[in-house]
Every structure is written in C-alpha cells, then in structure tokens.
C-alpha cells in the first residue's frame, strides 16, 4: 500500500493542484487519501494523457493543458500541490518546483515523490538501466527525459524553496508476485517497441546494442525496483 494513503487520512486537502498530472493516477490517489478536498486540478502538457485523466471522472477535478514552468494560476492560490515522478522528465525542474511554491498558501501542503538512484539497486537488472536507456533514446527524439535523481539531489530541491520539511521517507513501490510479472511484461513489451523503433529510422548503434542487452537481461533475470522517495513539506 502506497504510505502517503495514511499520511493524508487526517488532512483536509483543500484546493489541490497536481502538476504534471499525466494521467491522473496520483491525483486521483490524494482525492481518496485525504479527508476531504475542495476542489483539484491537475495541468500537463500531453494532451492524450489528459483526456485518458478526464475519462477518470473525479469529482471537482478539473484536467487543463499548462506547462509545469509556467502555471497560469494566481500566487497563493493552492492549500495542496504535488507533483510526482515527473522531475526528471523536465528541461527546468528548479523552475518548476519554484512556480510550484509560488503558488501554494502559506502554511500549504507540498508533496514530491520521485523515483530515486539508490546505491542498493546497481545491479545490471535494476530498473533504473531501462529508465535511463529509454531516457536516451526519447532524447534523440527531442522529447524532455533524463536521469532520475538520487535522493540528496531531490532534498536539495525542495530546501532550496525555503519550505519547512515535514518529513521524507523512502518507500519500495513493489508489488506482489503478479504484480511484478505484469510489470515486467509491460517493460519488456515497452523496451521491444522502443528497440523496433531506434533499428527502423536507424537510429544511434550504441543505443541499439545497449538495449538489446539490457532486454536479454531483464528476460532473464526479471527485474529490481527503484526506490520512490516522499517529501512533504510546508510553506
């Protein structure tokens, strides 16, 4: 069970922004976590993903076409913002985190969760070696995707918002055995159409063999987990 469930039994999550929303699965997670809420809405810049958001139904969520770096929205306007595993998909993450604060109450709730580089996972099967090899590949196609962040880096972020930090803690998003044999079948299906892709518009060689590698080892020996990490701060 994802541990922010708990964290937000309690809280009244009042106007809620979810930035880079995606397809709304994390704010349609805080709607059902928190007490009660006023209204959300959750803004990115890929249309499809917005309307599959819509399609969630959420009552008082509004989805809306907006750049994370530049949101539309008043100063302290927001009791919640969160933004999640969506950092390293961004050309100015300290933009964004900063338009984040600029627009969240004082006294308001931030929420980051980010996938983080652990030293724990450095095994040739972890699933950060995919991530970053679709990373590459995305980048060749002039599509905004990075490295994932350790978790120093991703605290370091968020202290230079001047926020008050409530607390952070890392969390193993690991399913059970069925779970993980989907997730696996999803990555592999992913990493065998992105490969399909780099070979027919001959794309760069060293990413071709790098992923073809990668493939025949997480066909083997499945895959390991990264670790998510929260922060929560106040404003």
């Known amino acids: 069970m994802d541990p922010i469930i708990d964290k937000l039994a ?8 979810d930035v880079a929303t995606g397809h709304g699965d994390f704010l349609k997670l805080l709607t059902e976590s928190f007490a009660g809420y006023e209204d959300a809405i959750g803004v990115d810049t890929a249309e499809d993903r917005l309307n599959a958001a819509r399609k969630l139904e ?3 969520t509004t989805f809306l076409n907006m750049s994370a770096d530049q949101l539309d929205f008043p100063d302290e306007h927001f009791d919640t913002v969160s933004i999640r595993h969506s950092l390293h998909h961004l050309d100015k993450p300290e933009l964004a985190l900063r338009e984040c604060r600029r627009v969240l109450k ?3 709730l ?3 969760c980010e996938v983080f580089q652990s030293p724990g996972t450095e095994l040739p099967n972890s699933q950060r070696h995919l991530h970053h090899w679709w990373a590459a590949v995305d980048r060749t196609q002039g599509k905004s995707h990075y490295d994932t ?5 991703l605290l370091s972020f968020v202290e230079a918002l001047d926020l008050n930090i ?3 803690f890392g969390h193993d998003d690991i399913g059970d055995s069925c779970e993980q044999a989907e997730a696996l079948e999803q990555m592999l299906a992913h ?3 992105v490969l399909d892709n780099l070979r027919a518009n001959n794309g760069p060689e060293e990413l071709i063999t790098r992923g073809e590698q990668l493939i025949k080892i997480f066909e083997r020996d499945g895959y390991t987990d990264e670790r998510v990490l929260y922060v929560l701060a106040r404003k």
Do not use: C, M, V, Y
Not at 10 to 17: A, D, S, T
């Open 10 to 17: 309690n809280r009244h999550g009042g106007k809620i922004l």
């Open 58 to 60: 959420l009552r008082g």
């Open 106 to 108: 004082p006294g308001g």
């Open 110 to 112: 931030f929420i980051l």
């Open 149 to 153: 962040f350790t978790a120093k880096q």
């Open 166 to 168: 409530d607390e952070s």
């Open 191 to 193: 990493s065998g159409n």
